[in-house]
């Protein structure tokens, strides 16, 4: 078995950490009780080892491939959508409305971490159509929702986000492609978009692309931008597919990583216009995006948790298999297996604790998602919305970043066989390489956290999550347990740190915001590394709490060693981060354009 | 221009940093005017920006090709490798006995660095071959020294070091390769060899391999293991290529980077025995290993700096070209390029900052060795070699794991560019996620500095160095210059922390081995930092007496920021990293084996 998914883990996370029994009691949730969702895990976690995560070798190293403006995907990859799709799994959480099931976020997000480990190139191609079908349902006229929506949602088509330009990456002010109307209420899109993402393939009979272009008389810059639905074939009133759209997969790209996911280059309009239909209101199409980025994001901030994942359960296996060497200190000359080496075990204890604390963060965060859709009272709304717009571009650029740095370990685990393509362990660094950059990269998540996150309301819901942390992490110190306490001796200054930090945004961002601005990456990690303490020192607060009461499960004890593991490895690097905040700006900025 | 040559920080690093004349005043050094060396470093930055550099693409895209174990390298590889032997390169730092030039350590540093940075899977070639000259004329007869040392450092031959075995890689030890006396002084080699870098290849008409193996009477583990000279080719008594050994090249890794070196497993002895000839005494032959290991491991260091230079230069060009986005806090809505973006230039000045420092640190190392082989008093030799000895793993060890970060941030100022293979800068990253595993692993290294070079000494030459680092230190905070006393404030307390480390370690590394082992990598990068920040603060310290004294070379004003960027970005991990030492152990092996 090449992945088996942390089911104890997700399980602990989900009922435990995050409350699941709060959410079920959301209105809409009601039918899902705890029994089931149990039940959509195990389901889930066969599928992702069985018929997904075999194939992502194969993947990797066939990569999609393109001819004649056509693309095939990797072998195998056609039979396990359709075994994905069969299952169900397309609209875990989508509206029932449209044929989804309608599932609290916790859970399709839990769910959804066993695709991006099995398999993240394949993972993609349902993440896309889920963002998709949400930027339809939130935007798009009665008509079009009935079109497309329980057609994408069963995962029959699929579905693209079509924003970067070559002139307009994380600047989409910049998108120059054009939309005429043809007064029939269609209208004809040209121009080239790039990085799409399943942009063409072979895994379903029509792909439904959203994509961002300018109406003749839109104003310039953002507000100029509208959003329309231009499937690969247009789809007749009878619901059947009609003639071939002008949209043409040009190019796909020779990329690091997720060889088996296509990214395209797409023309539209070559033959006189690729025809579509209008999405919301014209010129409100960057703010419908902005609308589903928070998914999005999240979406790859768990990637970065589920190739960590991954990473980590191959690491592990080849360090309980690989002998060399004696044990470091013992009296025998007998070798042993390099898991007894203490650099080794250092690093899967960070690949390990940094893991279940992202894991951890995460569905929390999904956990006030869905309260902030769901709960009765607005207020609690409000809050729970604040909570995880704090935190979203954190998943998403802590997760990614750390990530990265985890599969980067992996390959370090296995030594000279790490370097070797056969191996696998390189695919995971490859794969991860991309998170941090698609979707915003962290530098445009961290500059969203400060600005928009944090300086605009003053650091209000800053303030009040350190509130939080601040209560929970004396309750660590006040257990009376060594283990929490000194889990707490080192959360209590990080939470001071982030404090800190967060007052100087607050205090400086508007007057001098190029230098704030330089601390917002570090600033973004210092609060993922804080925030993820504080979940895993909740996490292990509630293990310490059932070993209290009797409990012998060995997963409880695990989590306060993962705890006070990640308290004396990463939480220690918060106050050196602060300080990078407070202090760093102004040499950022000093040399001259010139001398670089 | 792919690689232009860091030609002004090279000849600041040698001459004022590094202090040449002392160098040139060594005995032996006296004809190497520094004149000499400028014109020295001149022409070899001709040849890597004109001639090496330019095939790393194609080295990369083609890789090197094995067909009927034959290797074939890259288009254009050997047409720059005899460049590369008429410039007369290969001998640059050899003894004048056998043809080399016998050049400073300090000056062959710095060239080979350019080598390198130009193209890293090239360089490995020259690298390795000047180990195995460095092994045969420390250790070999007077014969086999003739027979071989001249064509070797003309580059006339190549030479190759063959040790790891699958079941012999960190742990030498478990070496199996066997060597049958045949009563006429030669030797019967027999044995698989893995990862033998430029085993095989169509660069030169001879490759001489050096290969540890075991004698049939040779006790077990490390001290039964002897060192062969294992010509491809017999060399006859007149110094003509004679019969053909018993080595085959029986296949080529598929890695992850460095596609152009070829990777070979060799296969010793499968039609009878290849012939060999043992080097010095038999059942040495580790013990020689180590000798040569430091030049080896510093040179391996040095690929991290150089990689570094390499992805930094290929960013700063994409960061000044690239446009997006208005600039941040500007009046203007005009898009500018992205080297105006905080964030950017934030990632850019990380990228040249650590790049100086630790070139500025490994050429002081390199003029430390110049004086440890050359210096005419025996206090002032065994002085500089202690110092060497010392930092030689952490130029290895933290070199390569910042330049692995560095060309990973490279990527990331690419944007989504960046993940494109056609962009060129994730080869870096490829390429670069050897030096941290090759020539022994960064844990490796670590437990070298911690046990052989602190705990076995007490810490006397750490303790030395950090006098000296303070009394640097205390200059700077006297100076009355603002950035020089800012820079003091962040290496203060950065020399405390390497410190308190080092006395955790000598006070506990025998009662607790495998607990102090656990810090071993974080000691590493914390002693990295803080002689890196020593090294860049004695670098502004020069500088700023250039500009008092009424210098306008932007140079100096340039480093004066790179060394309070430093300070401020990097020497602010020092404490955390402190505490993870000093405090981390514990929870590193609190975890059942099990339960991973």
């Known amino acids: 078995m090449t992945y088996s998914a942390p089911l104890r883990d997700l399980q602990f996370a989900i009922h435990e950490l995050a409350a699941y029994d709060r959410v079920a009691a959301l209105p809409g949730y009601e039918e899902f009780t705890p029994d089931l969702v149990d039940a959509v895990l195990e389901e889930a976690a066969k599928l992702a080892a ?10 990797d190293t066939n990569g999609s491939r393109w001819a004649d403006r056509q693309v095939t995907t990797p072998p195998g990859w056609s039979d396990a959508y359709q075994q994905f799709v069969d299952g169900g799994w397309c609209g875990l959480g989508s509206n029932p409305e449209y ?3 309608g599932m609290p976020k916790l859970v399709s997000a839990a769910v959804a971490e066993m695709w991006k480990s099995a398999n993240m190139a394949f993972a993609l191609c349902p993440m896309l159509t889920i963002g998709a079908t949400e930027a339809i349902e939130l935007n798009g006229s009665a008509e079009v929702k009935q079109t497309y929506l329980p057609n994408m949602i069963a995962g029959k088509w699929t579905g693209t986000m079509n924003l970067t330009e070559p002139q307009a990456g994380s600047d989409l002010a910049a998108v120059r492609s054009r939309a005429e109307p043809q007064g029939d209420g269609t209208y004809r899109i040209f121009g080239q978009k790039i990085f799409i993402t399943y942009g063409e393939h072979d895994l379903t009979e029509n792909i439904i692309h959203l994509v961002l272009a300018r109406l003749p008389d839109a104003p310039p810059g953002v507000k100029g931008i509208s959003l329309f639905v231009v499937p690969k074939f247009l789809v007749n009133a009878d ?7 002008d949209v043409q997969c040009v190019s796909i790209e020779h ?15 070559d033959a006189g216009g690729a025809q579509g239909v209008l999405v919301g209101e014209a010129n409100r199409g960057l703010e419908y995006m902005f609308v589903m980025m928070n998914a999005a994001r999240f979406a790859v901030g768990q990637e970065g948790i589920a190739i960590s994942e991954r990473a980590y359960q191959k690491a592990a296996q080849y360090a309980r298999e690989r002998v060399q060497g004696p044990e470091l200190g013992g009296a025998s000359a007998e070798k042993v297996a390099i898991i007894r080496h203490p ?3 250092r690093m899967l204890m960070l690949m390990r604790a940094q893991t279940e604390a992202m894991r951890g963060l995460a569905l929390v965060v999904a956990a006030a998602i ?20 704090l935190l979203v571009p954190v998943i998403k650029g802590w997760c990614t970043e750390t990530g990265v740095e985890i599969a980067s370990l992996g390959v370090q685990v296995h030594g000279g066989m790490g370097f070797i393509e056969e191996t696998g362990a390189a695919q995971f660094l490859r794969d991860a390489r991309i998170t941090t950059i698609y979707e915003g990269t962290t530098g445009i998540q961290a500059n969203d956290l400060m600005g928009r996150k944090i300086a605009r309301e003053a650091g209000t819901t800053l303030f009040a999550l350190v509130a939080v942390m601040r209560a929970d992490c004396a309750a660590l110190a006040a257990s009376g347990d060594a283990d929490l306490a000194g889990i707490a001796a080192r959360l209590a200054p990080g939470i001071d740190a982030a404090e800190a930090a967060g007052r100087y945004i607050v205090e400086n961002f508007r007057r001098d915001v190029k230098t704030v601005s330089a601390g917002a990456v570090p600033f973004l990690r210092l609060l993922g590394i804080v925030a ?4 895993i020192g909740r996490a292990a607060s509630l293990a310490a709490q059932k070993v209290a009461a009797g409990s012998s499960d060995p997963f409880y004890a695990a989590k306060i060693v993962s705890a006070r593991f990640f308290a004396e490895h990463v939480l220690c690097q918060a106050q050196g981060l602060a300080q990078c905040v407070m202090n760093g700006g102004a040499s950022v900025m000093a040399l001259d354009e010139s001398l670089f």
Chains 1, 2 share one sequence.
């Open 50 to 59: 069985n018929v997904i995560a075999p194939i992502n070798r194969a993947g």
């Open 99 to 101: 044929g989804g099931q």
């Open 239 to 245: 619901g059947s597919l009609g003639a071939r759209n």
């Open 255 to 269: 990329k690091l990583g997720i060889h088996g996911s296509p990214t395209c280059v797409l023309a539209f309009g």
């Open 343 to 345: 650099d080794v075990r």
């Open 370 to 389: 869905d309260a902030a859709d769901c709960h009765p009272d607005a207020t609690e709304r409000a809050r729970n919305q604040a909570f995880a717009d």
């Open 532 to 535: 993820g303490g504080w979940q």
